[in-house]
């Protein structure tokens, strides 16, 4: 380790480069992919119904979730590349964003879910089901997840870590780590999934009353809905694995030395197979983007 300037200079592992250029190839495909999912929902009149501004909810965050990473990518590739120590003015601020945004995620599939149930167990009642009231829940889910990670910032909890050159909770704080984990994750996750074991116990108990045909076709096809925001969770916490052994680890003992580079790239990782489910599950945007590609095809042919 040898001075430089104002910035340290440090020997780098060589995988480090391409583990980089991997994290940065990922994020801007997310940021791609999302944006114009975005643009589409937004400017085509077809989409602008409640299931698809909550479905625009989702892909947002996850645009700006994927901008965020991307920031952190290229701010770590910078500084392994120069292998220097170096934490510049926005560090703090993108590992306060990067627990807010993650929040948001959660929660906008939560909102997924909960519209399905209330659709589902309360048909006629529309205030819930309205474009209104749904608004709010994603402004209230949006506040509350953007300030959640004060208390991070107020006892100094987020720093930068010299050798993965990231800004983050360090995982000895345990009860700081415990609360954004449940506020972020263990909160929504396990309200989607008592959500999707009521709406299975429903639907069996409607199939055995014989209910109108329309009535169980709607229940079931919100219930399909549901059980693809739940495979999109066990992608989330399946790719999330090295982050929550990482963290378990740190009660007993002190967690490998790059390990937030490893936990990144999982997210990472994840974060590519999420906007590639969303996309697959999402008949309508789907089906609109074959018969756009098809009409350029046979105009170009």
Request: charged share 15%; net charge positive.
């Amino acid at each position: 380790m040898t001075f430089n300037n104002n910035s340290i200079k440090l020997n780098i592992e060589s995988w480090f480069i391409p583990m980089d250029i991997l994290m940065i190839i990922c994020t801007c495909f997310v940021i791609i992919v999302a944006l114009i999912f975005v643009i589409i929902i937004i400017f085509d009149k077809k989409f602008r119904t409640v299931p698809m501004m909550l479905l625009c909810n989702s892909f947002l965050s996850e645009l700006i979730f994927g901008c965020i990473m991307l920031s952190m990518s290229i701010f770590t590739f910078k500084n392994d590349l120069k292998e220097i120590e170096y934490e510049d003015l926005f560090c703090i601020f993108r590992g306060y964003m990067s627990y807010s945004i993650s929040s948001v995620r959660s929660h906008s599939y939560l909102l997924q879910s909960l519209y399905c149930y209330i659709s589902i167990i309360y048909p006629s009642n529309l205030t819930y089901q309205s474009f209104y009231f749904q608004f709010i829940l994603i402004c209230l889910t949006w506040f509350i997840s953007i300030i959640h990670p004060l208390p991070f910032i107020l006892t100094n909890q987020i720093k930068y870590n010299i050798d993965n050159q990231i800004c983050h909770m360090h995982f000895q704080s345990s009860l700081f780590i415990f609360y954004t984990c449940f506020l972020s994750y263990l909160n929504p996750i396990t309200i989607i999934i008592i959500i999707y074991f009521k709406l299975v116990r429903y639907v069996k108990r409607m199939n055995k009353l014989i209910p109108p045909i329309n009535q169980l076709l709607r229940a079931q096809r919100e219930l399909i809905m549901v059980r693809r925001i739940i495979m999109l969770v066990i992608v989330l916490i399946t790719l999330g694995l090295p982050y929550t052994i990482f963290f378990l680890m740190s009660f007993f003992t002190n967690p490998p030395k790059y390990y937030f580079r490893i936990a990144f790239l999982s997210v990472d990782l994840s974060l590519v197979c999420v906007i590639m489910a969303l996309f697959q599950f999402t008949d309508s945007i789907n089906i609109f983007l074959r018969k756009k590609i098809n009409k350029w095809t046979l105009r170009l042919l």
